[in-house]
């Protein structure tokens, strides 16, 4: 069988972009409950521990986690058809990742991109062992479930080669002990850009709360940033390669209503952008707000999560420790 991997890292409130790039997919991927024998298996989890690097307050990271579980149910994934967990809950993905820190190298970890951006912005001096040893706990993070695709964004991808790297490096030493994962990037939304930078992801540690529209945003906020979004030289709505706000905006709309690009485009021919961005704005509000309401449902209900992340638990952990007990088995650690 299958198994898709993927999570969402806890350290601040998720932007549309996360929303659109990842959870809207996985809501869409997960399998229907037809009765039918399921062919993939679909593991979600919240990677906290991956969000100690921001020191954050311990309350926030606790809220910020479970909040993340909400939004994912509140978005429409199903707990009895996905499982849903969160990293710290689950011990054997700190214990795999002290293991692979034995088979992976200074150098691979050095030429991380995101390592290296870090380290070209301040030094290599400060940084922290953990942003450093980063993609090895994110090895095991995959490798643990034998995860054949990992959906994430282009900012992940070398994270994925490498955790396929780690996983090959140790089968060809003592046999076949890990699959081989594959980085999978979603089509539509796959890359939300910044709304006042389109030349900069969406992200939710960016400092710049204009350019980016946070799933916590109430509607009057949502219609202010959309209408106040930076546009290209012209008025034509189109997308192109010389209009990459344009471009940004209409992969947002195309993701909210499932429609091609190109249908978009044919209806607003002629059209202004203002009256483009108004009606991407009242699209937004319309799709969000159900969510939103879900969402406040879901934290008023915290056993409920907390009964959710049980029951995932209990099942990533089944499969987890069976991983890690094998690999002790072969390296002989009792």
């Known amino acids: 069988m299958k ?15 996360n929303y659109l790039g990842a959870i809207k997919p996985w ?77 992976v190298t200074m150098g691979e970890l050095n030429r991380q991109t995101q390592y290296k951006d870090k380290v070209r912005k301040g030094g290599a001096e400060g940084q922290l062992v953990a942003m450093f040893t980063y993609p090895t706990l994110m090895a095991a993070d995959i490798l643990l479930y034998d995860a054949d695709e990992v959906p994430v964004g282009e900012d992940q991808r070398q994270h994925v080669e490498l955790a396929r790297d780690i996983a090959e490096r140790f089968n060809n030493l003592y046999g076949p002990t890990f699959k081989l994962p594959k980085a999978t990037l979603p089509e539509a939304g796959a890359r939300i850009m910044n709304l006042q930078d389109p030349e900069t992801k969406m992200s939710k540690s960016d400092d710049d709360a204009s350019g980016n529209i946070m799933l916590t945003d109430d509607s009057e906020t949502i219609r202010r940033k959309i209408k106040r ?8 709505v189109k997308a192109g390669k010389d209009k990459p706000a344009l471009t940004n905006l209409l992969e947002i709309f195309s993701a909210i209503k499932g429609r ?38 879901l934290m008023s209900d915290e056993r409920r999560l907390m009964a959710i992340l049980e029951d995932g638990r209990q099942q990533a952990s089944a499969i987890a420790s069976e991983k890690l007990t094998q690999v002790k088995q072969i390296l002989g650690i009792l």
């Open 3 to 17: 198994r898709v991997l993927s999570g969402i890292r806890a350290n601040s409130d998720l932007t549309l972009g």
């Open 27 to 103: 809501v869409a991927a997960q399998p229907v409950d037809d009765g039918t024998p399921q062919e993939t298996e679909y593991f979600f989890f919240v990677p906290n521990l991956h969000s100690l690097m921001g020191r954050l307050d311990p309350a926030a990271l606790r809220a910020n986690t479970l909040s993340n579980v909400a939004w994912y149910v509140a978005a429409g994934l199903d707990p009895d058809r996905v499982t849903m967990y969160v990293q710290s809950q689950v011990p054997a993905h700190s214990e795999l990742a002290w293991i692979f820190n034995n088979y």
């Open 229 to 236: 979004a930076v546009t290209d030289s012209g008025s034509e």
């Open 260 to 297: 091609a690009v190109s249908e978009i485009e044919a209806e607003y021919k002629g059209a202004n952008y203002g009256k483009f961005k108004d009606d991407l704005a009242e699209a937004v509000v319309e799709h969000i707000e159900p969510i939103q309401k879900r969402h406040a449902e």
